[in-house]
């Protein structure tokens, strides 16, 4: 057989991939690891086996992920000169072999899966995975395929044309000597044919002990059945009126409940929209009112003004209290001033001259008279007078001078805080301090009046708006809607008194148990009639069908018999027949063998009727397992055992060998001798390598890159 290519699509990771092969040796190669090799391999033998009707969770694992189609494989193939197509579709569940030359056509699994194991030797992939087909790091994994290796070596030895060998003889004999024995020795849920029949012949030997009194007690119970059914009949159509009344009141009350309950939910939202239509328009009404005021139209403006004014206003009413205190304090230093006429006269230059003068000529005259002298006295006593009245006749004009000069500062500032406050409400466009107030005060109120407003409009709506509560009063307003409709005449004409309706509930529960008690009347009666069904003419063929079990329980005791003579003849049969074809596998293993280990190793046995395999070793002078020997050494025996039972189970449809780089243990020595044989046996056996390295293009004929 030679591959000639392979088409996948919805495959893994390949949306689509198209690969040629050649005949010789075909290395399949990609430079990084994941970069598909073994997706090609995995659709290489889905490709060859896979049945796309199975609904095997594994095929689910092959389609592209993301892909809404499953995959698709196609391969073109040679056998025997002639080209096929085989194509499945996984998604379609179909299959086709095509026979190029003619156009003929195999479309069931059975008719492909028969054509392949004429054309390739076998429709098994386990038996493919286990000798032709290697897998990375699987080279020693052929204990898989034990039962299909076995059967296929068996069926070379016996000419290899039977379908059916003799391991499968004695295994479907062994099947059904079990079958036939199961329950014998131990109970068990599914008994076999001679113990079903021997529990048939006890139970219908007890049937005929007891069928007499059985027969006088199906009557009495056909009498009793009969009176049961008709006095039932009567109980349901009872029943099923009252049921029917009883529902549609609950079904009436339920809905008139749900109504009741929507119109208070519908009266609570439609009152809630009111009361948030009405705060917005308050608020509304608020934000107008306030808008009225000109020069208001900042709260925070507002309050700098009032505290502006405010402050003028202190200082005008402190500046007012001062002047008042010091206009007070003029009078009074002026009426002072006025009544101190003789301190005025005392403080005049004329009274500070004669004072001078007395005091200068009385003390001049002291040295003459006492007269004098005295005089001197007096005249400095009048100046010292004098100067006293004029000082303290100074501080009093001092001091009013200084009152005028303050009272008329005060005054100024008078000025200037009126000119502030002027200035001031012409801001606010008010006349008067006082009007400010007013305006201040009704402002602040609708200010408040503002703001509650709005916190009791967000208080009701909460995170909602407006629209979305009334649409929540419009689809409750559809849902009463709806629930109205439900109300329908019929339901509204089954009204009961509450009276009424408690009667019709214990009207109906008290049927509903006279029909329970009747039904299991009737069930205890029809019990009765199916366990005792027998009569004379029964227990007669009874007794016949009784006869009847008894010659099939002996015919299947001496069938028995002879399913244990042919199997153990046969089994000694197959036992003998195998030795030769152990013979032969043994040989072509040594073959291999010892040109995959360069001659160091010659002595392989292989166990009768098994694949047990046995290596002599010369280090350790013994037989040994495969094993017991080092890793390289394993592969290349299993390699060997591999490609000694291609050679034997196949035979001339010489499948094509895929090697997924199963000689990562060889040394250069014994790879290279090895390569050498493969590059001989591609003659015969078209090879498939695949590989991440370059160490196979010297014996390529063909190098299929995989980017």
């Known amino acids: 057989m030679l591959l000639n290519s392979v088409r996948l699509e919805n495959f893994k990771r390949f949306k689509k991939l198209e690969r040629k092969f050649g005949p010789g040796i075909n290395v399949v190669k990609g430079s990084l690891n994941e970069i598909g090799k073994s997706t090609l391999l995995d659709g290489l033998v889905v490709a060859l086996f896979e049945n796309p009707r199975s609904t095997k969770k594994e095929l689910e694992g092959y389609t592209s992920w993301g892909s809404d189609r499953r995959c698709k494989t196609v ?89 059916v060998v003799a391991s499968q003889v004695v295994e479907k004999l062994a099947k059904n000597i079990s079958g036939l024995t199961k329950g014998l020795e131990r109970p068990t849920k599914s008994p076999g044919m001679i113990a079903r029949l021997t529990q048939h012949v006890n139970n219908l030997q007890q049937e005929l002990a007891q069928i007499e009194g059985e027969v006088t007690e199906l009557e009495h119970q056909k009498v009793k059945l009969l009176e049961v059914s008709s006095g039932l009949e009567g109980v349901k159509v009872e029943l099923g009126e009252a049921e029917a009344l009883l529902q549609k009141n609950k079904r009436r009350r339920e809905i008139e409940g749900t109504i009741g309950n929507l119109e208070e939910d519908y009266a609570k939202i439609d009152a809630l929209i009111q009361d948030i239509e009405s705060l917005r328009k308050q608020i509304q009404e608020a934000e107008l009112a306030i808008q009225a005021f000109e020069g208001f139209t900042d709260t925070q403006k507002v309050l700098q003004f009032g505290n502006q004014l405010r402050e003028l206003e202190v200082g005008r009413k402190n500046t007012t209290d001062d002047l008042q205190k010091r206009r007070h304090e003029l009078e009074v230093a002026r009426e002072h001033l006025k009544r101190n006429r003789l301190l005025g006269g005392v403080a005049s230059r004329t009274s500070l001259i004669i004072g001078a003068v007395l005091t200068v000529t009385g003390f001049l005259g002291a040295f003459l008279t006492l007269a004098s002298l005295a005089a001197g006295i007096i005249g400095l006593l009048f100046l010292v007078g004098a100067m006293w009245a004029r000082s303290s006749q100074t501080r009093q004009k001092t001091q009013i001078s200084d009152l005028l000069n303050r009272i008329g500062r005060m005054e100024e500032a008078l000025e200037q805080i009126g000119e502030q406050e002027k200035e001031v409400l012409s801001k606010v466009n008010c006349g008067s301090v006082e009007e400010f107030r007013q305006k201040e005060k009704r402002y602040g109120e609708l200010t408040r009046q503002k703001d509650a407003f709005q916190n009791q409009l967000k208080g009701k709506l909460g995170s909602q708006t407006l629209e979305q509560v009334d649409k929540q009063r419009r689809e409750i307003a559809r849902m009463l809607a709806e629930e109205r409709e439900k109300l329908t005449d019929d339901l509204r004409n089954t009204i009961l008194s509450p009276e009424e309706y408690v009667k019709l509930e214990k009207k109906v529960e008290s049927l509903g148990s006279q029909e329970d008690e009747l039904q299991r009347i009737k069930l205890k009666c029809e019990v009765g009639i199916e366990k005792a069904r027998f009569d004379v003419e029964d227990q007669i063929r009874k007794e016949e069908m009784l006869d009847s079990l008894m010659n099939t329980l002996n015919r299947e005791r001496r069938r028995l018999r002879v399913y244990e003579l042919v199997r153990d003849f046969v089994s000694k049969a197959r036992a003998e027949t195998l030795v030769s074809a152990n013979d032969v596998l043994q040989t072509q293993i040594q073959k291999n063998f010892e040109i995959f280990t360069n001659g160091k190793y010659k002595k392989v046995i292989v166990g009768e009727g098994s694949l047990d395999f046995y290596i002599y070793s010369e280090e350790k002078n013994d037989w040994v397992r495969p094993e017991e020997l080092s890793g390289g050494v394993i592969d290349e025996f299993y390699l060997a055992c591999r490609l000694a039972l291609v050679h034997l189970i196949y035979g001339e449809t010489q499948p094509p060998l895929i090697l997924d780089d199963p000689f990562a243990n060889f040394d250069e020595p014994r790879l290279a001798r090895t390569l050498e044989f493969f590059k001989q046996l591609s003659h015969e056996h078209q090879t498939i390598i695949f590989t991440l390295s370059d160490a196979y293009n010297n014996i390529a004929d063909r190098v299929i890159e995989l980017i």
Do not use: H
């Open 75 to 163: 391969i073109e193939f040679e056998s025997k000169d002639k080209k096929y197509l085989l194509e499945k579709d996984f998604d379609m569940k179909t299959i086709r072999l095509v026979l190029a030359d003619t156009g003929r056509e195999w479309n069931t699994p059975n008719e492909v899966a028969g054509k392949l194991r004429e054309l390739f030797g076998t429709d098994s992939p386990t038996l493919f995975l286990s000798t032709s087909c290697i897998r990375q790091n699987e080279v020693t994994d052929i204990l898989s395929g034990r039962k299909e290796i076995g059967e296929s070596l068996e069926g070379i030895v016996t000419g290899g044309t039977e379908e």
